[in-house]
């Protein structure tokens, strides 16, 4: 007999070639459910096939973390544990047990280790550790792009499922920042620091970021896509098809994004005192 009340949840649209592979990882769970947010291929059809609880929803303004809620939503509130993947990601076999062996009645939160791509011979290239894998309430995902479980409760209880006991994508960056505060130097250069790294992480590389730039006479340069980034800055470029498209604060900057820029733009914040 199972432990805790497990689910899995997340969103989709046109993933019906990951359909199949998902399902079969995920079936572990005592239920799965998805958000499809408009699907023109077969996805949900698949989906239900499976037995999966499919609902649809067509967001607008996209946001990442509306998205993220509504699917959330759809979790009876007696599941005691809530798993977040997307359909082109996998888990191990027998990931269930393992899970519900490392949780506790205290927990709320679980960080495991994650994969991001793999060489030829199935060794991880890319690998860091994520947390979304959560007790039913007291959460909800905010920003919306690079999406943040949010906790909303008096005290978090995080678990963490510790692997070969490398360092993860995020640890390493902030060694390689910390190695640069100690060096003093009068500029540095960061593209896009955030790209590889877990949520946990990269609060902590925001942080890192903050006692850079605090006081010191540095300049530093982060060319970012990261909302949370940005508002460190002093000075803002907006670059979209290599041109520059407006300077300023951000004061002036930020509110415009979300309407005036082209979402694939790159945005270039320049922090530190000059």
């Not at 059809?45 to 699917?71: C, H, M, Y």
């Not at 994508?169 to 009068?186: C, D, P, S, V």
């Not at 902590?204 to 903050?210: A, D, T």
């Not at 670059?239 to 300023?248: F, H, P, Q, T």
Request: net charge negative; proline share 2%; charged share 30%.
């Amino acid at each position: 007999m199972n432990k805790y009340k497990v689910c899995v949840y997340g969103i989709c649209k046109n993933e019906e070639k990951f359909v199949k592979r998902w399902y079969e990882s995920m079936k572990e769970a005592d239920a799965i459910f998805v958000l499809d947010t408009g699907s023109t291929d077969n996805t949900v059809k698949l989906l239900k096939e499976f037995g999966v609880n499919v609902r649809t929803s067509k967001i607008e303004p996209w946001r990442f973390d509306v998205a993220r809620n509504k699917s959330l939503d759809l979790i009876p509130d007696d599941y005691d544990i809530c798993v977040c993947t997307d359909l082109d990601e996998v888990f191990e076999k027998g990931w269930r047990k393992y899970l519900e062996d490392s949780w506790v009645g205290s927990t709320s939160r679980a960080r495991y280790n994650y994969n991001w791509s793999l060489d030829d011979n199935n060794r991880p290239l890319v690998n860091f550790y994520t947390d979304k894998i959560h007790q039913r309430k007291n959460y909800k995902w905010t920003h919306p792009v690079h999406e943040v479980l949010t906790f909303l409760g008096d005290k978090e209880n995080i678990i963490a499922i510790i692997g070969d006991g490398s360092l993860s994508g995020g640890e390493a960056k902030r060694i390689e920042i910390a190695t640069l505060m100690a060096r003093k130097l009068n500029l540095a250069i960061f593209d896009e620091p955030e790209a590889g790294i877990d949520l946990w992480s990269f609060s902590m590389l925001v942080e890192s970021f903050k006692a850079m730039c605090s006081g010191s006479h540095e300049s530093v340069i982060v060319i970012s896509h990261q909302e949370r980034i940005m508002q460190l800055a002093d000075t803002m470029i907006v670059i979209a098809d290599g041109k520059v498209k407006s300077v300023g604060t951000k004061e002036e900057i930020l509110p415009k994004l979300m309407g005036e820029f082209d979402s694939e733009c790159d945005f270039r914040g320049k922090a530190g005192n000059e």
